[in-house]
């Protein structure tokens, strides 16, 4: 094989390694009520993040989801990112997720009448992103908060709600 075939191997292999990893990324698409049904184990915490791509501010605050998800890799927590762009932008995640090495789980909000999603997350949630719920059915614990928030005060709120 000359080097002009390698090169041109190479850059073929290159070209489809994102297509394959693409593929093999699985996003998804629940409603409210198949996402708050699944968090349902009596032994775990969950974090679930509400949050789109158009979202500055919900992008800005991504990487404490990362970190998140590797400060609890050993505890039963789970965290899941819940997408809620719009239907034409879905195929676009797996791609916008691999750019910002998103680790957490990430679902694709399918429901697309607010006003029936919204009050099933929480009752007060005036549907601004991003927003944050986190629950432990075993203790029926539950917190909402509309608006950024840390990996510091995320961990705060899990510590208190398992009574640490």
């Not at 969950?46 to 789109?52: D, E, L």
Request: proline share 8%; aromatic share 8%.
């Amino acid at each position: 094989m000359g080097m002009t075939s390698l090169v041109r191997s190479l850059a073929i292999a290159l070209l489809l390694l994102p297509a394959q990893q693409l593929a093999a990324q699985n996003i998804p698409a629940l409603s409210m009520k198949q996402i708050l049904s699944s968090a349902s184990s009596p032994d775990t915490t969950y974090i679930i993040n509400f949050w789109a791509t158009w979202c500055a501010p919900c992008v800005a605050e991504l990487p404490e989801f990362n970190a998140l998800q590797e400060h609890y890799a050993t505890k039963p927590v789970k965290v899941l990112l819940v997408s809620l762009d719009f239907k034409e932008n879905y195929p676009k995640l797996p791609l916008f997720l691999q750019r910002k090495r998103i680790t957490p789980q990430v679902i694709w909000l399918k429901d697309t009448n607010p006003n029936d999603f919204v009050p099933l997350a929480d009752k007060n949630w005036e549907g601004s992103i991003p927003a944050t719920l986190i629950l432990h059915p075993r203790t029926g614990n539950r917190r909402f908060i509309e608006g950024q928030i840390t990996e510091a005060q995320v961990a705060g709120i899990v510590a208190e709600m398992e009574g640490k």
